[in-house]
């Protein structure tokens, strides 16, 4: 399997409009990838927090629209990060979208651990409930956001629900990079499992953004990471790896907490 992770440069004098057709311009050049991976709230930046509003768009609104037809257009499955999604009948939603070569809809994820300790998006959006897989042709990716890298009970439950890749889009600062890189490795070797997780560049807010996108595979090796700035990151990996760790090192199958409901 071929993926692209596109670690977009978020900066304040780019309008939300101009860079949704750069980036859907960046995946159309991907053609020829098996998966495209972009980062959380690259419309807006995730520490932009007056912007959550403003920007707030539907599920099926304007990023939804040109992310469709840029999946179509290159004919890859999208991860296209997430947006501030407005629910007609809620709050804000950091929502993440998975469309399919065809461009249709096969998966939204909202954010669950919302970051901030009582304020920013912690106050600003609504808790995600559900854990979410799609399944693609030879893995299926679990789903999750940012913050959500510290809590690994979440990727226990997604394993569980059968994810083999951990997608993992963010907008993590530059300041607590080392646990950017150690949780991601962690994840991918408590679970067996790759991650494939895709950061930001440039400055949100005056926070400026980690960047180095990574890919790690099952034994916690990495097998690409991307510097500070904006690029590109295109890696190979053989998902196959998935069950052949799993039986070789069978860890998973030792598991005791968590599988049944507490003893009184």
């Known amino acids: 399997m071929r993926a692209s992770l596109i670690q977009i440069a978020v900066n304040e004098d780019e309008s939300v409009d101009s860079r949704r057709r750069r980036v859907a311009a ?50 890859v499955w999208l991860h296209a990060g997430s947006i501030p ?42 808790a995600g409930r559900d854990l979410v897989t799609v399944r693609l042709p030879g893995t299926t990716l679990g789903m999750a956001t940012c913050y959500d890298l510290r809590f690994p009970e979440l990727f226990r439950g997604l394993v569980a629900a059968g994810a083999e890749t951990l997608v993992i889009p963010a907008g993590w600062p530059e300041r607590r990079r080392a646990h950017w890189t150690l949780l991601a490795r962690a994840r991918a070797v408590e679970n067996q499992a790759f991650v494939l997780a895709c950061g930001t560049a440039g400055t949100h807010a005056g926070v400026p953004q980690a960047g180095h996108s990574i890919v790690v595979d099952p034994w916690g090796e990495v097998l690409a990471e991307a ?24 860890a998973l199958k030792d598991r005791v907490l968590g599988l049944e409901p507490p003893r009184r």
């Open 227 to 250: 510097g500070a700035d904006e690029e590109v990151l295109t890696v190979e990996f053989d998902p196959a790896k998935v069950a052949t760790t799993r039986e070789q090192f069978p």
């Open 85 to 126: 999604e407005r629910d007609p009948e809620g709050p804000l939603y950091n929502t993440s979208l998975v469309f399919s070569p065809s461009g249709e809809l096969a998966a939204a994820y909202r954010k669950i651990h919302r970051f901030g300790f009582d304020k920013g998006e912690a106050v600003l959006m609504g």
């Open 26 to 75: 960046l995946v159309r050049e991907q053609s020829g990838a098996d998966l495209v991976v972009l980062p959380e709230l690259w419309t807006t930046g995730a520490f932009a927090y007056e912007e959550f509003g403003r920007e707030g768009e539907p599920l099926e609104g304007p990023t939804y629209e040109v992310m469709a037809k840029a999946a179509s257009d290159a004919g």
